[in-house]
């Protein structure tokens, strides 16, 4: 899922971009930053779930954040947050370093 920000911050749209199987998902940036892009959003934070409960970051997920972050700059859409949510918990890459 995405949320599309505008320059003070404020949620202008929120889409699902992507429905993964029970154990993966294929994220392509040009996907999440096309509706980006449409909407003229300033910023956006991505979110997914993680079936199994556990909000640990995978390394497919660290990999899908750092291509995310670097389109946006590309784009100048920035990526303020990718957002891991388990069974009752959730984890920050920015807040792990990764952004």
Do not use: W
């Amino acid at each position: 899922m995405a949320l599309y920000l505008d320059t003070k911050n404020q949620v202008i749209h929120r889409q699902t971009i992507f429905i993964g199987s029970l154990n993966s998902s294929i994220v392509h940036p040009r996907e999440v930053f096309k509706e980006a892009i449409k909407r003229s959003a300033a910023s956006i934070i991505c979110a997914h779930n993680h079936p199994s409960g556990d909000p640990s970051p995978s390394n497919e997920d660290i990999h899908v954040t750092k291509r995310l972050f670097e389109s946006g700059k590309v784009l100048g859409i920035e990526l303020l947050d990718h957002i891991v949510i388990g069974d009752q918990k959730f984890i920050s890459l920015k807040e792990k370093g990764y952004l």
